[in-house]
């Protein structure tokens, strides 16, 4: 059965690929050559993602967060991405709710409106008041949607085994890379995933010293009526930021201000997500971020989350100085160092594109640098150069696009590198000291402490050899080889003539003194034998083209 409807949907997708003029894919999935991949055009691409349904939607998606992977122009068209999926009728929606509840709804809902207020491509949101009075968001799974992702992952791992015999897919390793796209759908599939990170969110947005915690707020998350196919959040009054009315409520100061301050806000709090925290909304576009009546700000759905490790997060730190500086040669070590390549601190080529991408920046002040589509631009160089980027940045460079895109709407004005310069400082002062100054110091005493118990033995031990005359120094010089050659060569060349010199000498002056037959017959063999060296000389010296 599975079978039959593998191969049912297999026909489907060939008919969608062929429709929008992809012949390529054709060949692959009937089993034909597999030749250098033929990629849709952009747009074209877009298509055929929406025409295959959800799974392949929330696919596109997770593609727009690789620019490492794919051009700006592929990224961009993914980026704007939106399932056209019809709403399921409520009926089914109901009998999800029942069974997870376990309990009838009356017992736990007043209401619940029946038509959702948004329909995605993995679930829907249906608007509730609790028996207490309290509105909540019920984010409910499309039912039947688990079968189609199952059906659909066997299908992508069957089409990227096809592209893993070509050089585009041994060069990308397209078989993981479909793994792990597969199993990040799969993980959005239980939202008792997306309520934890709601929560984690909440959590570390509540500690800062960058701005008033007060000021942004995460919506609660009702764990106990929330599953695996249901996540029950708390209902935030308000509308999407670049709808809002910023009069209200009604404050002494002036919209401008009022909206310089929500700018500042959002980009601090992601700033400390990327930063400091390691953990961000991976999505902040605009419909994710809410002016709430009472003046607040709020971000939602925090299903796509990125992290970031320490040791990246202090490369990112210094990649941000890098390019405020314009440094194209700091960019290039710090890109390899983000690759965790084998190859040099930087190569010319990568420096020679980091310099031809920074050019174009030196005449501008820092609130004219879209700095998004500078670590876009950062990525695309990497690719281009053959370097492997962790998946996490592709992420990182999203988050930062969808927040710097929202922020320039809402606030053209914007200036993202201005507002990061006062929290530099701090940056810094937590990589050198680290989130407690306490530990870190005993840290560095123990390494002292190690290092004043060792040194004394090891001075001794080198003052005995340098004393003793044992000691001995090992020195490596690379690419010195041809440097030998050469000067073996020239002191070859230099003993030889003064060997010919000699026997023109020597025979010189054996004729001079000649008074038996023998000594003529030595002097004529030395000059015969000083010829031929001279002549075997000179052909060498012109023979190595450096006779002047």
């Avoid at 419909?287 to 990246?312: E, W």
């Avoid at 060792?454 to 000691?471: A, C, E, G, H, N």
Wanted: hydrophobic share 45%; glycine share 6%.
């Amino acid at each position: 059965m599975f079978a039959l409807t593998y191969a049912t949907r297999q026909k489907e997708i060939i008919d969608v690929v062929l429709r929008n003029g992809w012949d390529y894919m054709r060949g692959l999935l009937t089993g034909g050559s597999a030749d250098e991949p033929q990629i849709p055009t952009p747009e074209a691409l877009r298509k055929i993602l929406v025409e295959l349904g959800p799974f392949y939607v929330k696919l596109g998606q997770l593609l727009s967060t690789r620019p490492d992977l794919l051009p700006p122009q592929y990224i961009e068209a993914l980026s704007a991405l939106q399932a056209q999926v019809p709403p399921v009728s409520w009926a089914a929606i109901e009998t999800v709710i029942k069974e997870e509840l376990h309990y009838p709804i009356e017992d736990v809902f007043q209401v619940i409106n029946p038509e959702p207020v948004a329909a995605g491509s993995i679930g829907q949101i249906h608007r509730a008041t609790l028996l207490n009075g309290e509105e909540v968001a019920i984010k409910v799974l499309r039912p039947g949607i688990d079968k189609i992702v199952a059906q659909d992952s066997a299908l992508i791992r069957g089409i990227a085994e096809l592209v893993a015999m070509t050089e585009f897919g041994r060069t990308y390793n397209i078989v993981n890379l479909a793994d792990d796209f597969t199993k990040a759908v799969k993980a959005e599939l239980d939202f008792r995933q997306e309520g934890l990170f709601t929560e984690e969110l909440g959590k570390n947005l509540a500690k800062t010293r960058w701005f008033d915690p007060q000021q942004l707020v995460i919506p609660k998350v009702y764990w106990e009526l929330s599953s695996s196919k249901i996540l029950v959040l708390e209902w935030l009054y308000g509308e999407q930021l670049l709808d809002a009315d910023l009069s209200e409520p009604k404050t002494l100061k002036t919209i401008e201000e009022r909206r310089q301050e929500i700018t500042s806000l959002l980009l601090r709090a992601f700033f400390q997500q990327y930063y400091i925290d390691g953990f961000f909304h991976a999505d902040p576009h605009p419909g994710n971020i809410f002016y709430l009546k009472d003046g607040r700000v709020a971000i939602l759905d925090c299903g796509m989350i990125g992290r970031l490790d320490p040791r990246t997060q202090q490369i990112l730190t210094e990649m941000l100085l890098a390019i405020v500086d314009l440094d194209a040669q700091r960019c290039s070590q710090l890109t390899v160092k983000l690759s965790d390549s084998a190859q040099p601190a930087s190569t010319p080529q990568l420096e020679m594109d980091f310099e031809r991408m920074l050019r174009k920046y030196y005449n501008l002040n820092l609130a004219q640098i879209n700095f998004s589509e500078v670590v876009y631009e950062m990525l695309q160089i990497a690719r281009n150069n053959k370097l492997t980027l962790p998946g996490n940045l592709g992420l990182y460079a999203k988050s930062l696009a969808n927040l710097e895109g929202a922020g320039r709407k809402f606030n053209p004005k914007i200036n993202l590198l201005e507002e990061v310069k006062p929290l530099m400082t701090d940056l810094f002062e937590r990589q050198l000291i680290g989130i407690t100054p306490l530990q870190s110091s005993l840290r560095t005493i123990l390494d002292l402490k190690s290092i004043s118990l060792k040194s004394p033995r090891q001075i001794d031990v080198f003052l005995d050899r340098l004393t003793s005359d044992t000691l001995q120094w090992n020195v490596r010089l690379q690419d010195l080889d041809p440097l030998r050659r050469t000067l073996e060569k020239s002191v070859n060349r230099l003993a030889f003539s003064i060997v010919i010199g000699s026997l023109t000498i020597g025979a010189a002056i054996i004729s001079t003194k000649t008074s038996t037959t023998h000594l003529v017959i030595i002097s004529d063999i030395l000059f015969t034998v000083a010829s031929f060296l001279g002549l075997g000389l000179i052909i060498s010296i012109m023979r190595s083209g450096r006779l002047n």
